[in-house]
C-alpha cells in the first residue's frame, strides 16, 4: 500500500473513506427506522444474520471502499483509473440507492434489480482497480462478497414475503 505522502493525499484519503461513510450514513437514515417495525415482521431465510452485525461490517467496508478509491486515486495517471473512479461512484450510488428503494420504499423486486446492478458495477470497479493498483482491488473482495450474501436476502426475502411483491 502506497501510504499518503503529504498533507494533500491525507486529505484526498480522509474524503475517499468519510465520503464512502456517508452513503452509508444516508442509507442508514432510510434503514434504521424500518428495522424495528417494518423489517421486524418479514420472514426472513436461513442464514438471516442479527440485526446488529450490519452496521459494523458496512462500517469496515466503507472504510475498506475509501481505502480503495484512494489507492486508485493516486495512481489516477493510469489508463484505467478514470474509469475505474467512475465505477466506484456508480457503486457508490448504487449502494445508496438500495437501502432507499428496500427499507424506505419497500420496493422488495425493485431492490434485487438495484442490488443485482450494485453487484455488477462492484465487479467492474474491481475489474478497472486491478489493472490500477491490485490491492485496491482485493480490498473489495469483501464487499462483493457481503453483496453477493445481501442479495441473497434480499431475493429470499421478496420471495418470502409476497404480500410486498
Known amino acids: 500500500m502506497t501510504l499518503p505522502r503529504n498533507a494533500v493525499e491525507w486529505a484526498v484519503l480522509a474524503l475517499f473513506v468519510l465520503g464512502s461513510l456517508a452513503a452509508g450514513f444516508l442509507g442508514s437514515v432510510a434503514t434504521a427506522p424500518n428495522i424495528p417495525t417494518w423489517y421486524a415482521g418479514l420472514a426472513k431465510p ?3 444474520p ?3 452485525l450490519f452496521a459494523p461490517v458496512w462500517t469496515l467496508l466503507y472504510v475498506l471502499m475509501g481505502t480503495a478509491g484512494f489507492l486508485v486515486w493516486q ?3 493510469h489508463p484505467a483509473a478514470k474509469t475505474g ?3 466506484f461512484g456508480v457503486q457508490l450510488g448504487l449502494n ?3 437501502s432507499w428503494v428496500f427499507f424506505a420504499f419497500h420496493a422488495l423486486g425493485l431492490a434485487f434489480v438495484v442490488i443485482a446492478a450494485l453487484w455488477l458495477s462492484i465487479l467492474g470497479t474491481i475489474e478497472r482497480f486491478y489493472r490500477v493498483h491490485p490491492l485496491a482491488a482485493y480490498l473489495l473482495v469483501p464487499y462483493i462478497a457481503w453483496t453477493t450474501f445481501a442479495a441473497y436476502l ?3 426475502i421478496w420471495y418470502l414475503n409476497p404480500e410486498w411483491r
Do not use: T, Y
Open 96 to 98: 445508496l440507492a438500495w
Open 46 to 48: 436461513p442464514l438471516n
Open 75 to 77: 495512481r489516477r495517471d
Open 85 to 87: 473512479l467512475v465505477l
Open 154 to 156: 434480499n431475493g429470499a
Open 50 to 52: 442479527p440485526s446488529w
